[in-house]
C-alpha cells in the first residue's frame, strides 16, 4: 500500500522538476524577446499537472483506508463467529479439564492476507477473511484416527453370550471377546464448509473389523442469538456419556445403565436444535427428532420419525478450583418389532428419563498436576406395548456414580458402581430377556491410567460383573492414541 503512495509522489516530484527544464530549454530554443504570456501558459499547466497528481494521490489514500477498513471488519466478524462457535460446542462452562482427556483440537489459524496485485494501477485490498471459524486447514477436512487396542481376560466368556437380566438389550452391551482386539478406532474428517457450515464425518471399526459410519452431519456456525442447527446422522445430546466417542469415555466400556438402557449409546439421523441462554449462569436447551432406526428405536415408525428427545444443561464455576455441570434429559421412541439377542420382538413404545450431575475440581483451575472430576446419572425408563404378542407395561431403573483422581502428573485411579433393575414380568413371559429371575444386575469397576501425554493412554481395569445371574470378573489392558487434528472434549 505504501509502495503506491510513494511511487505516485516520484512520478509527480519528477514531472514538477522536469518542468523548469523544459522550460529552461524553451527558454533558450526561443528568441530572448519570447513574450510573457508564453511563459504564464507553462506555469498554468504546471499548476494544472501538481493538481491532477495531487488528486490521484488522493483518491489512492482513500481506496487504502477503505480497504484496511473492510479487512478489519471481516476480521473482526471472524474472530466472533469463531468464539461463538467454541462457546457451542463447548457445551458447558469452562473448569478443570477431564483427567486423562485424550488430545484437545490441534488447530491452526489461516496465515495473514497479503495484498493482491489487480489489472489496473496500485494494489487491491486483501483478500477479505471468511466468517465463522477457522479450523483445521481452513476449508480443507482434518483427518484423525483414534486407534483403541485391548486385551481381554475373564473367568466366563465374553461377548455375544453376555446378557443384562430383565432387559431385552441390544447388540452392543458385551465386554470385548477373551484376548487380544482392535476395540473400536475411528477415522474423522472435520472442515468448515463455508462462512455458515461446518461439517463432520466419522467411521468406526469395531473388533470384528466392521467398518460403520458413527457420524456424518453439518452444523451451523453463525446462527444468531445462541442458536445452533445439526443435521444428519450424529449421537444424541441425551445424558452426560452418550455424545462422547468411546475414546473418550473415563472407563473402557460404558457403564451398566448405558448398556441396558441406550445399547451403549443412541445415535440415529435427524436433526438437533440447540440454544444457549444469555446468561452469566450456562443455560442450554435442545431438542432432537430422529428416523428410529436405532435402539431402543425401530422401524421406523410414524412416517420415518420414531424418536424424539429434550434436555437441557446448566452449570458454573463454584469457585477457582471447582466447577460443575447438571442435566436433565428425556428420549421416547417407537419400535416395530424390535428383535433381541433371542429373538424376542418388542412392538409398542419406550421412555427414558436420564438425571445427570458432574463435578470437577483442579488446584486454582490447574489440572496438570492433581485433578478430581466425580459423575453420577439416574435413569429411569418404560416400555409399554407388545412383547412376543403379550401386552407388558414394564419400568426399569439404574444408576452409575464414578470417580477419577489424578494423584500425580500422568497418572490416574479411577472407580466406578452401577446397577440396573427391573418390574417382573408377565407370568407368560418367564424365561425371556425381560424377566430377570429375581437378580438384580450389578458390576463394580476399578482402573489404574497412566497417560504417556495428551495424545496417549495406557489403562489396566478391573469389573466384577453381575449383569446377569453369572457373575464375571473381567480384566480389560488398553492402549488409546489419537493423532492428527482433532476437536476439543466435552465438559
Known amino acids: 500500500m505504501q509502495i503506491t503512495r510513494y511511487a505516485a509522489s516520484a512520478f509527480a516530484a519528477a514531472a514538477l522538476a522536469?518542468?523548469?527544464?523544459?522550460?529552461?530549454?524553451?527558454?533558450?530554443?526561443?528568441?530572448p524577446t519570447a513574450n510573457s504570456g508564453d511563459i504564464a501558459s507553462l506555469r498554468h499547466d504546471m499548476d494544472a499537472m501538481k493538481q491532477d497528481y495531487e488528486a490521484r494521490i488522493n483518491a489512492l489514500e482513500t481506496r487504502l483506508e477503505q480497504a484496511e477498513a473492510e479487512a478489519a471488519a471481516a476480521q473482526s466478524a471472524a474472530n466472533a463467529a469463531q468464539a461463538s462457535s467454541a462457546q457451542a460446542s463447548a457445551g458447558a462452562p469452562a473448569g478443570p479439564a477431564t483427567p486423562g482427556a485424550a488430545p484437545a483440537d490441534q488447530t491452526a489459524s489461516a496465515a495473514a492476507p497479503v495484498a493482491v496485485a489487480s489489472a489496473d494501477q496500485g494494489y487491491s485490498a486483501p483478500p477479505a477473511a471468511a466468517a465463522g471459524p477457522t479450523s483445521q486447514n481452513l476449508y480443507?477436512?482434518?483427518?484423525?484416527?483414534?486407534?483403541?487396542?485391548?486385551?481381554?481376560?475373564?473367568?466366563?466368556n465374553t461377548g455375544a453370550?453376555?446378557?443384562?437380566?430383565?432387559?431385552?438389550?441390544?447388540?452392543?452391551?458385551?465386554?470385548?471377546a477373551r484376548g487380544f482386539s482392535l476395540g473400536e478406532s475411528e477415522v474423522s474428517?472435520?472442515?468448515?464448509?463455508?462462512?455458515?457450515?461446518?461439517?463432520?464425518?466419522?467411521?468406526?471399526?469395531?473388533?470384528?473389523?466392521?467398518?460403520?459410519?458413527?457420524?456424518?452431519?453439518?452444523?451451523?456456525?453463525?446462527l444468531p442469538a445462541g442458536f445452533t442447527v445439526k443435521a444428519g446422522r450424529f449421537l444424541s445430546g441425551?445424558?452426560?456419556?452418550?455424545?462422547?466417542?468411546?475414546?473418550?469415555?473415563?472407563?473402557?466400556?460404558?457403564?451398566?445403565?448405558?448398556?441396558?438402557?441406550?445399547?451403549?449409546?443412541?445415535?440415529?439421523?435427524?436433526?438437533?436444535?440447540?440454544?444457549?441462554?444469555?446468561?452469566?449462569?450456562?443455560?442450554?436447551?435442545?431438542?432432537?427428532?430422529?428416523?428410529?432406526?436405532?435402539?431402543?428405536a425401530s422401524g421406523r415408525a410414524?412416517?420415518?420419525?420414531?424418536?424424539?428427545?429434550?434436555?437441557?444443561?446448566?452449570?458454573?464455576?463454584?469457585?477457582?478450583?471447582?466447577?460443575?455441570?447438571?442435566?436433565?434429559?428425556?428420549?421416547?421412541?417407537?419400535?416395530?418389532n424390535r428383535?433381541?439377542?433371542?429373538?424376542?420382538?418388542?412392538?409398542?413404545?419406550?421412555?427414558?428419563?436420564?438425571?445427570?450431575?458432574?463435578?470437577k475440581w483442579a488446584p486454582e483451575g490447574n489440572p496438570l498436576v492433581h485433578n478430581l472430576v466425580l459423575a453420577g446419572e439416574y435413569f429411569y425408563g418404560r416400555?409399554?406395548?407388545?412383547?412376543?404378542?403379550?401386552?407388558?407395561?414394564?419400568?426399569?431403573?439404574?444408576?452409575?456414580?464414578?470417580?477419577v483422581y489424578q494423584f500425580m502428573p500422568q497418572w490416574s485411579v479411577g472407580l466406578r458402581a452401577s446397577g440396573v433393575s427391573s418390574d417382573a414380568a408377565p407370568l407368560a413371559l418367564a424365561g425371556t430377556e425381560i424377566d430377570d429371575m429375581g437378580h438384580n444386575p450389578f458390576e463394580l469397576t476399578a482402573l489404574l491410567e497412566y497417560d504417556t501425554s495428551e495424545f496417549g493412554r495406557i489403562r489396566v481395569q478391573y469389573s466384577h460383573d453381575e449383569a446377569s445371574t453369572t457373575s464375571n470378573d473381567v480384566v480389560m489392558m488398553q492402549y488409546t492414541v489419537i493423532y492428527g487434528p482433532h476437536g476439543a472434549h466435552r465438559y
Do not use: C, K
Not at 446378557?163 to 452391551?173: L, N, P, T, V, W
Not at 433381541?340 to 463435578?359: K, N, P, R
Not at 401386552?391 to 444408576?399: E, L, M, V
Open 383 to 403: 416400555d409399554n406395548g407388545r412383547f412376543n404378542g403379550v401386552s407388558i407395561d414394564q419400568a426399569h431403573q439404574g444408576w452409575y456414580a464414578q470417580g
Open 140 to 156: 480443507n477436512p482434518g483427518i484423525a484416527v483414534a486407534l483403541n487396542g485391548l486385551f481381554t481376560a475373564a473367568s466366563h
Open 339 to 359: 428383535q433381541d439377542a433371542s429373538g424376542d420382538l418388542f412392538t409398542g413404545d419406550s421412555e427414558l428419563g436420564i438425571a445427570s450431575l458432574v463435578y
Open 238 to 296: 441425551i445424558g452426560y456419556i452418550n455424545e462422547r466417542h468411546a475414546h473418550d469415555w473415563s472407563f473402557a466400556n460404558a457403564s451398566l445403565p448405558y448398556r441396558a438402557f441406550l445399547d451403549n449409546q443412541f445415535a440415529d439421523d435427524g436433526v438437533q436444535v440447540r440454544w444457549i441462554a444469555p446468561t452469566d449462569q450456562f443455560l442450554e436447551f435442545g431438542a432432537e427428532a430422529f428416523g428410529g432406526d436405532n435402539y431402543p
Open 302 to 336: 410414524n412416517n420415518g420419525v420414531g424418536a424424539y428427545s429434550a434436555f437441557v444443561h446448566t452449570g458454573s464455576d463454584i469457585d477457582a478450583s471447582s466447577s460443575y455441570l447438571a442435566a436433565l434429559s428425556y428420549l421416547h421412541t417407537r419400535a416395530i
Open 189 to 222: 474428517f472435520s472442515a468448515n464448509i463455508d462462512p455458515s457450515l461446518a461439517g463432520f464425518m466419522d467411521f468406526s471399526i469395531n473388533d470384528q473389523d466392521q467398518l460403520s459410519l458413527e457420524e456424518a452431519y453439518v452444523r451451523t456456525t453463525d
Open 18 to 31: 522536469g518542468a523548469p527544464t523544459l522550460a529552461h530549454a524553451q527558454t533558450q530554443a526561443s528568441p
Open 161 to 176: 453370550s453376555e446378557r443384562i437380566s430383565g432387559f431385552a438389550a441390544g447388540s452392543d452391551i458385551a465386554h470385548p
